[in-house]
């Protein structure tokens, strides 16, 4: 799978606002995380709208974590950057007409789209840092947190 720019780039941002924990400038997350510092610029407002990431003027400001990262899930940075695609999507296939068997694609369609959101509110930033310092152990983790997913999914 791959995700868009915004997606990557943020998922990187904040990966690094929690490794580091303190308030960070745009230059060193842009240097360190090979993000464009202008486009970086543009995703942290995106970031601080959705109450993820706060903003620090001056100069010692920068960025830090609004929220603990056991708090923030990786689906909390995908909607904040991606919202208003994935709402057009979802308007557009809703729109479409179709016969019985579309219909059918369009509930497969809504099951994929629930169960990627679920497993994906399932990672958090604090885990994923686990997980990278565990690298001999991160198909286990995420073998463990898909079964945790499931789970919790069918007691719902």
């Not at 830090?64 to 995908?78: H, T």
């Amino acid at each position: 799978m791959q995700f868009k720019a915004s997606t990557d780039y943020g998922i990187r941002a904040i990966l690094y606002l929690a490794a580091q924990g303190t308030t960070c400038s745009s230059r060193d997350i842009a240097e360190d995380m090979s993000i464009p510092r202008d486009y970086l610029i543009q995703l942290a407002q995106l970031l601080r709208n959705a109450g993820i990431i706060e903003a620090r003027p001056g100069k010692h400001g920068g960025y830090r974590l609004a929220k603990d990262p056991g708090d923030i899930s990786v689906l909390d940075v995908m909607n904040a950057l991606e919202e208003d695609s994935r709402q057009q999507t979802r308007e557009r296939r809703a729109d479409r007409k179709g016969g019985e068997m579309v219909e059918e694609v369009k509930l497969a369609y809504d099951l994929i789209g629930e169960c990627f959101d679920a497993f994906m509110a399932s990672l958090t930033m604090d885990s994923l840092l686990d997980c990278v310092e565990n690298k001999g152990g991160s198909r286990a983790y995420l073998s463990n947190r898909l079964q945790e997913e499931a789970r919790r999914l069918m007691n719902a």
